[in-house]
């Protein structure tokens, strides 16, 4: 059986932490005496003067958690600086780059005792692009991306995030850019006087993406940091999965990915494994991949549909203690072979607190 150490804070009696927790008084008292020495021992109806913490069962700190859905009484103890980055290229014949970008990212994550409970907040964000004509875009989408942060998710068994417990200050954060900030910024004026389907359609998925909770899972889960971390931290227990997302090549292809994982290798403190994905063809009609590239891309590449394919490539080396990652890299790209490529490397690197 698992327990906590709740550490009492001020203002506390046995009282307020039995109803904290939903349980009686005597069976708080009772567990906590049957596993704490002779000196933390709990006599009467009072918290003794020396003691700093209570020692509860933690099906019961579980079992409060998934009925509020707060996880404001937790104990994040387990605490990790990360840092990132990430390149992004657009090719054409394998040599004219398009569009490259440069983004350098930094998160704390911490993790509440005994639970799979994160709290991850971004606490720096640069970038660097080429050519500089993409630079307000970056700095429009960094405005989204300020709204996921911070935010205090549970992880499922398979890596993905499983509840979300801080929506109404993502929900805030969301509504007070979408009704304040955003009829002021200059770059979604001018988007409203020139293509207001597309505004439209801006405010339309935000709010799919950011009311709805499911979305929003699944939209963090697009965030490489997310991403890589919470599969990393299911450390040898990770099992094989399918990944689904739209191409960035082909509007509206769904594309599906099975990912399988391998160990690389291992020591007594830290192991090493590869996620590498293979693009399931099933549902794919070269037809249709074929027709959308001639009216999309031959125009300007000039040369003829080659073949498509999802590169899906990542490392990683966790310490097996606390399952955090300590670094990894992610190579992701779509192609049409020889013809255009959308390439996404990423790198992170645990760093001193």
């Known amino acids: ?13 046995l009282a307020s932490i039995a109803e904290k927790y939903e349980i009686d008084i005597e069976y708080l008292k009772t567990f906590h005496n049957s596993h704490s020495g002779i000196a933390s021992l709990i006599i009467g109806d009072k918290l003794p ?6 020692i509860i069962n933690a099906e019961s700190f579980k079992d409060v958690l998934y009925k ?13 600086r990360y840092r990132c980055e990430q390149l992004n290229i657009t090719r054409v014949n394998n040599e004219v780059i398009t569009m490259s970008a440069s983004t350098y990212l930094e998160f704390l994550v911490q993790k509440a005792d005994y639970s799979a409970v994160f709290n991850i907040n971004m606490t720096d964000f640069t970038f660097s692009v080429d050519p500089v004509v993409f630079e307000k875009g ?11 942060s911070p935010v205090t998710v549970e992880i499922s068994k398979y890596g993905i995030v499983d509840k979300v417990y801080n929506r109404n200050d993502i929900e805030k954060r969301w509504i007070h850019l979408r009704d304040s900030e ?3 910024d200059e770059m979604f004026k001018q988007l409203s006087s020139q293509a207001p389907v597309q505004a439209k359609d801006v405010i339309d998925t935000g709010n799919k993406e950011f009311l709805e909770e499911e979305n929003f899972a699944k939209m963090l889960d697009k965030n490489l940091f997310y991403h890589i971390f919470f599969r990393a931290y299911q450390g040898a227990d990770l099992e094989d999965y399918t990944l689904h997302q739209f191409s960035q090549i082909f509007p509206n292809i769904d594309l599906s990915t099975d990912i399988v994982k391998s160990l690389v290798n291992e020591d007594e403190n830290s192991a090493t494994y590869r996620l590498v994905g293979t693009l399931n063809r099933k549902n794919l009609s070269e037809e249709v991949l074929k027709g959308m590239y001639d009216q999309i891309y031959k125009p300007t590449i000039k040369y003829s549909y080659s073949e498509f394919d999802f ?11 606390s399952n955090f990652i300590t670094e990894g890299k992610a190579s992701i790209a779509e192609k049409v072979k020889n013809n255009f490529e959308i390439i996404t490397e990423y790198k992170i690197k645990k760093v001193e607190l």
């Open 1 to 13: 059986m698992k327990v906590i150490k709740y550490e009492i804070k001020k203002g506390d009696t």
């Open 311 to 321: 590169i899906y490539r990542i490392t990683y080396t966790i310490d097996k203690k």
């Open 68 to 80: 509020n859905q707060n996880a404001k009484d937790l104990y994040f103890n387990f605490k990790s």
């Open 182 to 184: 955003l009829v002021n």
């Open 138 to 148: 970056f700095e429009f989408s960094h405005k989204f991306e300020k709204i996921k």
């Open 49 to 54: 003067i020396q003691l700093n913490h209570v």
